[in-house]
């Protein structure tokens, strides 16, 4: 049975990025895998101190950031797990500092400084390809995503994931519902009607993707 790790790297816990993390799960669990969701803002820890613990000549930390708090759990799992999820709402062009924290201290200890001489690239420690998919959401339309540049900003998080883990893809969720009652902020910036126009024929559509995700992940070879 394959075993999926999913973690919402956002501060709802029943929101967009939640509700695209939870029909991923549905996804892997169509096809038999088995998955255990984490909400990191419910997780206390920090991201990499650069104690270098795991580049240390004859280090035993397997993989696994040598920091003990209450990540260290989580990333055990990660490493032996058969694929991973993880998804973040988009802050000021960038994912929010809890996923950024937990990819620094789950891909510095399996990254390396050592080049491998058969391809000139840095080798890798991991145990075996552990595929990935990453859920970005976001309130601004798809033009202004593209406008400022957001897929380039956003991709380096993926081509890390994959550069270090071996696969990775990207399911990217724009112009979304963002508050349950849109007269109660001052917000004349859009337009809640078309925001509801979207969440009603757009985020259906992206919902089917992320169960679709879900599945690619649990079924990777």
Do not use: W
Not at 45 to 58: E, I, N, V
Request: charged share 25%.
């Amino acid at each position: 049975m394959k075993r999926i790790i999913i973690l919402n790297g956002s501060p709802r816990k029943n929101f967009n990025t939640a509700k695209l993390l939870k029909e991923a799960q549905m996804g892997a669990e169509s096809v038999g895998a088995e998955v255990e969701y984490y909400n990191l803002y419910d997780v206390n820890f920090k991201g990499c101190m650069s104690c270098f613990a795991c580049k240390r000549k004859g280090n035993n930390t397997n993989c696994v950031c040598a920091i003990k708090d209450d990540l260290r759990p989580i990333l055990e799992k990660c490493v032996k797990a058969d694929g991973i999820i993880i998804g973040s709402p988009v802050y000021f062009s960038y994912p929010t500092g809890e996923f950024r924290s937990f990819l620094e201290r789950l891909l510095f200890p399996i990254h390396t400084y050592i080049v491998d001489k058969e391809t000139g690239g840095l080798k890798s420690l991991r145990p075996k390809v552990i595929p990935t998919g990453v859920i970005f959401t976001m309130n601004c339309p798809k033009e202004m995503m593209e406008k400022y540049n957001y897929p380039l900003i956003l991709n380096d998080n993926v081509h890390c994931l994959e550069h270090v883990l071996g696969y990775s893809e990207a399911l990217y969720s724009c112009d979304t519902y963002q508050f349950i009652d849109y007269s109660k902020y001052d917000i004349d910036l859009f337009d809640e009607k078309h925001k509801a126009k979207v969440r009603e024929e757009q985020f259906p559509k992206d919902m089917q993707s992320a169960f679709e995700m879900g599945k690619r992940i649990a079924e990777f070879q």
